[in-house]
T-cell receptor
Framework: NAGVTQTPKFRILKIGQSMTLQCTQD?????MYWYRQDPGMGLKLIYY???????DKGEVPNGYNVSRSTTEDFPLRLELAAPSQTSVYFC????????????FGNGTRLTVT | AQSVTQLDSHVSVSEGTPVLLRCNYS??????LFWYVQHPNKGLQLLLK??????LVKGINGFEAEFKKSETSFHLTKPSAHMSDAAEYFC??????????????FGAGTQVVVTP
């Protein structure tokens, strides 16, 4: 079972460039999430989705966009990259109940210079 | 509202000695609670979860945690630390109401160092 797959693993962007971080899961989870992790800061929720066609903002959504056209995929879009978006990004998914843990991808390490 | 407080940002233990990582939470409704481990440059791996069954929960790699409602705590322990336990640990709360299952609250993390 592949679980949650994120691509790419690493990326370097110049200021103002755009890119899409890909996330796909094969567990038929309705809930999907994007987090960013900065050193010593824990994880902060960027966006989440409770099903295809439904997305909602988390704590730090500015500068990002998401879409959820299928159950499996939840891409994260950076339109105008800024140095403040240098971080490690994690995608996660879960079933839609209280007891379901999050399943995480291995992360994308993004540097904006 | 819900929140999670990990009381120690860093814990240093000697190999073979017990490990205690402290987590307090606040939640208006019966939550689910999770502990995750993150090794350097890796993703987060589930160690164990509490979901209102037994209050003492056993997880992988010899870890266990006890849910204490009266103290609103969910501390993680291991009787004997191994060098491979060096990692960052996160306590996570999921609120127990159907309108908020989507959002989870993460603690700030506890960095564990194991010395030989």
């Amino acid at each position: 079972n592949a679980g949650v797959t994120q691509t790419p693993k690493f990326r370097i962007l110049k200021i103002g460039q755009s890119m899409t971080l890909q996330c796909t899961q094969d567990m038929n989870h309705n809930y999907m999430y994007w987090y960013r992790q900065d050193p010593g800061m824990g994880l902060k929720l960027i966006y989440y989705s409770v099903g295809a066609g439904i997305t909602d903002k988390g704590e730090v959504p500015n500068g990002y966009n998401v879409s959820r056209s299928t159950t499996e995929d939840f891409p994260l879009r950076l339109e105008l990259a800024a140095p403040s978006q240098t971080s490690v990004y994690f995608c996660a998914s879960s079933y839609e109940n209280r007891d379901s843990p999050l399943h995480f991808g291995n992360g994308t390490r993004l540097t904006v210079t | 509202a819900q929140s999670v407080t990990q009381l120690d940002s860093h814990v240093s233990v000697s190999e073979g000695t017990p490990v205690l990582l402290r987590c307090n939470y606040s939640s208006s409704y019966s939550p689910s609670l999770f502990w995750y481990v993150q090794h350097p440059n890796k993703g987060l791996q589930l160690l164990l979860k509490y979901t209102s069954a037994a209050t003492l929960v056993k997880g992988i790699n010899g870890f266990e945690a006890e849910f204490k409602k009266s103290e609103t705590s969910f501390h993680l322990t291991k009787p004997s630390a191994h060098m491979s336990d060096a990692a960052e640990y996160f306590c996570v709360v999921r609120r127990g109401t159907t309108d908020s299952w989507g959002k989870l609250q993460f603690g700030a993390g506890t960095q564990v160092v194991v010395t030989p």
